[in-house]
């Protein structure tokens, strides 16, 4: 490819000349990263703050789930609009919109818990709504997949979207174990979240700073029309993708073809099992093996960011051996990890095989959108809404599924390990879908030869 940052010229629609290009791939990736980054950060809190409202306001176990799952229910379903919306405005605008979305959810929940007791009960309403707010940030995710793979040819596609993926999702991780090593002790729970604030609107203004959109989006902004921005986009810069033109035609488009919904079978079982996973270990290994807190935080920390990690080797490897092999020998690989523990075995084959879990599930998620990104490729943020927010759903739905195993009357097991099976079955499913996918790929490859 040429030089991205340079100034454009000389091509016109009449008298409008191609505006000054701002940015490069590798600013575009790092800008939609770090907002993704910030705004998935934001939603930490909210499990500590359940915690401190059963103790301090009696709140019971619906309400309790209720708050904690508000943040995420926002979450995945606003990615389904606001990815679309990328394709018509770029991403800079629905990142901004969302981050800002989310810094008054948590301005709001900041000022609920400043006040007595009797007043947060009273106002509980009110926080559901703060909390549902700040949770718009988690939505940031199939935003930035979509203004990131604008930036990149069809061949960077895994590389560049595994790393962007890869990175946020480290987030939730990180700023869990920050909060309760340091701002908790030292600021309590409201103390927390005024500091939450302040990094989250550092953050925004980073994002307001650094983000930019890819070099069609720019032109169009320029003044240039669909058809010459999209002639210069490709020619002088070398962009591969490009949108509908309007953000219902994006939807419609990713959603009138059966791999668009395959993909987000695929997701709901390896993302959402990942969001499932992320909640449900330290119940598991606490209530299972008999570890205490700080030991099953450490062993859940090491899921979670092992599955972000291997995220990012998962796209250069989708790039290299293609997005539905990697996605099954990924689905393989968690399946044997979900036998595992559907097995009576010790601590350590637990740990080796939640080890194999996340391994599995954080490469299958980076393949998932290298095969979007190559089969949607002219409607990107609507398959993206759609894949990342209906398959982010999986991390409610799943814990549910797991809670029906568990029974009080059972010593020593009370269905922990049959409820693996549920992973089991759904990577199966998820395997035969992977399988048409695959099958649909080299039909059209011997058409195209």
Not at 7 to 18: K, L, N, P, T
Not at 244 to 251: A, K, P, V
Not at 272 to 285: C, D, E, Q, S, V
Not at 348 to 371: D, E, P, Q, T
Request: glycine share 14%.
């Amino acid at each position: 490819m040429r030089d991205h940052g340079s100034s454009e010229s000389g091509i016109a629609r009449g008298s409008v000349e191609a505006p000054a290009i701002r940015g490069t791939p590798i600013s575009g990736l790092s800008g939609a990263t770090l907002g993704f980054f910030v705004g998935f950060a934001a939603v930490s809190l909210f499990g500590p703050t359940v915690d401190y409202l059963q103790f301090s306001v009696g709140l019971t176990p619906a309400l309790a789930g209720l708050l904690i799952s508000i943040p995420n229910l926002t979450g995945s379903l606003l990615r389904i609009p606001f990815s679309a919306m990328v394709d018509t405005t770029g991403g800079r605008r629905p990142f901004l919109i969302l981050l800002g979305l989310s810094i008054v959810g948590v301005a709001g929940v900041f000022v609920l818990l400043s006040q007595p007791d009797p007043v947060i009960a009273r106002l509980f309403p009110l926080l559901l709504a703060a909390g549902g707010l700040g949770g718009c940030g988690i939505a940031t995710f199939s935003v930035g997949i979509s203004q990131t793979a604008y930036w990149f040819p069809q061949r960077l596609q895994g590389t560049a979207l595994g790393s962007y993926a890869g990175i946020g999702n480290l987030a939730p991780g990180i700023f869990a174990f920050l909060i309760g090593a340091v701002t908790l002790p030292a600021l309590g729970l409201s103390g927390s979240y005024l500091a939450w604030l302040v990094f989250l609107c550092v953050g925004t203004l980073a994002y307001a700073l650094l983000g930019r959109n890819a070099w069609y989006f720019q032109l169009r902004d320029g003044g240039m029309d669909h058809d010459r921005a999209r002639e210069h986009a490709a020619t002088t810069h070398g962009q591969e993708l490009f949108p509908q033109r309007r953000m219902i035609e994006s939807l419609k488009a990713s959603a009138g073809t059966w791999k668009t919904w395959a993909l987000v079978g695929l997701y709901f079982t390896t993302f959402g099992g990942f969001l499932a996973l992320t909640g449900w270990l330290p119940k598991y290994w606490m209530s299972f093996h008999g570890l205490a807190v700080a030991a099953a935080g450490g062993l859940t920390a090491l899921y979670s960011v092992l599955a972000s990690l291997v995220r990012i080797a998962g796209g250069r490897i989708a790039d290299r051996l293609g997005g539905t092999r990697t996605a099954t020998a990924s689905l393989l690989t968690a399946m044997a990890g979900s036998v595992l523990l559907f097995l009576p075995v010790g601590l350590g084959s637990a740990v080796g095989a939640i080890v194999l879990m996340a391994v599995g599930m954080g490469v299958c998620n980076a393949a998932v959108f290298k095969i979007a990104a190559h089969e949607m490729r002219h409607a990107i943020g609507g398959a993206a809404g759609w894949i990342g927010g209906l398959g982010a759903f999986g991390g409610f739905v799943i814990p549910n599924l797991l809670a029906l195993f568990l029974t009080t009357d059972t010593v020593g097991d009370p269905g922990y390990r049959r409820g693996f099976l549920i992973f089991t079955v759904l990577c199966a499913a998820s395997l035969v879908l992977t399988w048409a996918l695959r099958r649909a790929e080299s039909k059209t490859n011997l058409e195209e030869a």
